[in-house]
């Protein structure tokens, strides 16, 4: 199995002089391919700040991260723009849905973003409109769905470019118990199909049972439970 996910030594800081906070702290992560891993942690611990160094989205005062083996250090605004078209997934606490696209049409734009061609995308989003239940959904457009359906659509918009990981960062917090268990086992479910990994960040510890290791974010590091 290859890493799909590499951070070490990951530091993020805030201000200067007396006033520097540390978000995060020689904080070391390794997600592999096939791994759903969760992270937990109050408000206010740097999950979003995490989230936003492993998405490329954001860089760290010191450390490394790789995604999929390719280190994020000197890579300009462009060439992380790419990467993170081309190697990671987002799915957010609301899907984050374009209200004027069709279900199939979310994917297509996530695809021809990737520069993936015209018909391979075609055939990409079927099988993924198929295998999470949405084919007789994909004409219809975000405001005629339930919360469940659009998560779902998500879902399947965050695999379309076959990132190596996909990042979900709180995906189930506008679901009910029902719905929220439902779109966790999609996720977990993709990861093994595709043979891929993800990383969740939440605060539902009713979601960690699909999980294959559920981690705490404490004073800017990770811990394992």
Known sequence: MSTMLEMKQVTKTYGDGDTTLAVLR?????????????????????????????????????????????????????????????????????????????VEEQLLYVAKQAKLGGREAKERAAVLLQRLGLWERRGHYPEQLSGGEKQRVAIARAWMNKPAILLADEPTASLDLARGREVVQMIAGEVRSEGKAAVMVTHDERMLEWCDRVLHLEDGVLVGR
């Not at 160094?53 to 954001?58: E, Q, S, T, V």
């Open 26 to 102: 020689k904080l070391d992560l390794s997600v592999r391919s096939g791994e759903f891993v969760a992270v937990l942690g109050p408000s206010g611990s740097g999950k979003s700040t995490f989230l936003s160094a492993a998405g490329a989205l954001l860089t760290p005062t010191s450390g490394e991260i790789r995604i999929d083996g390719e280190s994020l250090h000197g890579k300009s605004a462009q060439e992380l723009t790419e990467l993170r078209l081309r190697r990671i997934g987002f799915m957010f606490q609301s899907a984050q849905l374009l209200p004027y696209l069709k």
